[in-house]
């Protein structure tokens, strides 16, 4: 029966893209597939430009560096360098929640530009930009620091933002980070994740590196002093991850990026161990710390009860017998108040089947979550994932999944109308298209503004997918 799924589906992709002229179909075939049973990839060409005139989710280099790695750095003003549009659009898109004074010592919900004009596309931006900079430092004298996010235009009439960065970091007497982000660099946000990461390795490190040669390095090591990396705090996440490591015994010495402040991203090498959640955004500065430091780090899971369970065991055992030991207390503690939750709902959602699409990470990280729901992940697929997110990812499906690499909006319509999944799990862009579809949808970028999704609290996520299953038998 299974092997009649994998031929069904496949006979459904071929349907869907005879839609498309012949050039545009052969380009976008390759970037859907059916998975089969053990097989160590999914069989689709990812991180490839997407093809012009259809309509993609994805973002830009400067969304990745600065939405994404740097803006959730809450006590550094993070400059949109560049016309207004593209800071004015993204501002506040990503929650980054936070804990501090906005206005006064912390900045994450505030929009900064250099609003730039036809004359400083025509004699250059960087007069404006030292100006700006020592301005912002006079209106907000507790910013820590300030990071210069390039829109398009910047890297197209050769401004030298490091020469600014270098220069005002001397008058300021602060670190000035300028990111070479612009928007046309990449085929999606994936490269600004890469950029984002190279500048903390090139402008961070070295502060880290002249703080430890003077002994002038405020931090006293523990044996036990992990970072925690790749994780936003989109809903409060990493409060929710920190609190379980902090309760098994672990010290928690840097949060990157999510409630991160600048200290935090300087003090970075001196944890013993990496605990890195989003793979995809940040493991490019685990390699920086490895080679540079000799840090060990280790991806985890904490979407879902089981995988929290497994990935507070796996952390536990790089450390010794007393958090070992800590770690079982932890999970004894919350597996109750878990089961509650899942008694109440598994009930109602057991047999239902969900397609997932999201960005870089979720689309597998979270296929765990909906399972101990008693829901089934159907399809799934990334806006902006490598080859190795792909592979990591057959690990977490099923035979016959449907899997869809930068998924078009019509592909995704297509297939959502073909298998009549209970629920569509996305982002805004593909919300009300499905709910004027009378489908239930729940948001994986913002979980719909609500709780963390990640850590304990995983109830609301869990009582918004039985609201979702009222609603299409309320429909049906
Ligand atoms: Fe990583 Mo939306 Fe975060 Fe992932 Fe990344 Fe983005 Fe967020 Fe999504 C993100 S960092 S903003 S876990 S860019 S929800 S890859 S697309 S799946």
């Known amino acids: ?71 959730p750095i809450k006590d550094m003003i993070h400059i949109s360098h560049g016309p207004v549009g593209c800071g004015y659009w993204s501002w506040s898109g990503r929650r980054n929640y936070y804990v501090g004074v906005t206005g006064i010592n912390s900045f994450g919900t505030m929009h900064f530009t250099s609003d730039f004009q036809e004359r400083d596309i025509v004699f250059g931006g960087d007069k404006k930009l030292v100006k700006l900079i020592e ?52 085929v999606s946000q994936s490269l600004g994740h890469h950029i984002a990461n190279d500048a903390i390795r090139d402008w961070i490190f070295p502060e880290y590196d002249k703080l430890k040669k003077e002994n002038r390095l405020d931090f006293e090591p523990s044996p036990y002093d992990v970072a925690l990396i790749g994780d936003y705090n989109i809903g409060g996440d990493a409060w929710a991850s920190r609190m379980l490591l902090e309760e098994m015994g672990l010290r928690v010495v840097a949060q990157w990026s999510g409630d991160g402040t600048l200290n935090e991203l300087i003090q970075g090498p001196a944890a013993k161990l990496v605990l890195i959640h989003c793979y995809r955004s940040m493991n490019y500065i685990c390699r920086s710390l490895e080679e540079q430091y000799g840090m060990p780090w280790m991806e985890f899971n904490f979407f879902g009860p089981t995988k929290i369970a ?56 979270v296929v765990p979550a909906f399972e101990d ?104």
């Open 310 to 365: 497994a990935s507070l065991r796996e952390i536990a055992a790089k450390f010794d017998s007393k958090i070992q030991e800590n770690a079982e207390k932890v999970i004894a503690k919350y597996t109750p108040v878990m089961n509650a939750v899942l008694d109440k709902y598994r009930p109602r959602l057991e047999g239902n089947t969900v397609m997932l699409y999201v960005g870089g990470l979720r689309p597998r990280h």
């Open 373 to 476: 729901l008693g829901i089934k992940v159907i399809g799934t697929g990334y806006e902006f994932a490598h080859n190795d997110d792909y592979k990591r990812t057959t690990h977490y499906i099923d035979n016959a999944t449907i899997i869809y690499d930068d998924v078009t909006a019509y592909e995704f319509e297509e297939f959502v109308k073909a298998k009549k999944p209970d629920l569509i799990a996305s982002g805004i862009k593909e919300k009300y298209v499905f709910q004027k579809m009378a489908l239930p949808f729940r948001q994986m970028h913002s979980w719909d503004y609500s709780e963390p999704s990640d850590g304990v609290q995983m109830s609301d996520q869990i009582r918004f997918f039985g609201e979702g299953r009222k609603i299409s038998l309320f429909l049906a």
């Open 1 to 71: 029966e299974n092997k009649n799924l994998v031929d069904e589906n496949k006979e459904l992709i071929k349907e869907v893209l005879k839609a498309y002229p012949e050039k545009s179909r052969k380009k976008r075939e390759k970037h859907l597939n059916v998975h089969e049973e053990n097989k160590s990839d999914c069989g689709v060409k990812s991180n490839i430009k997407s093809v012009p005139g259809v309509m993609t989710a994805r973002g830009c280099a400067y969304a990745g560096s600065k939405g994404v790695v740097w803006g």
């Open 135 to 186: 301005e912002l430092d006079v209106l907000f004298p507790l910013n820590r620091g300030v990071s210069i996010q390039s829109e398009c235009p910047i890297g197209l009439i050769g401004d030298d933002i490091e020469a600014v960065a270098k220069k005002t970091s001397k008058q300021i007497g602060k670190p000035v980070v300028p990111l070479r982000c612009e928007g046309f660099r990449g």
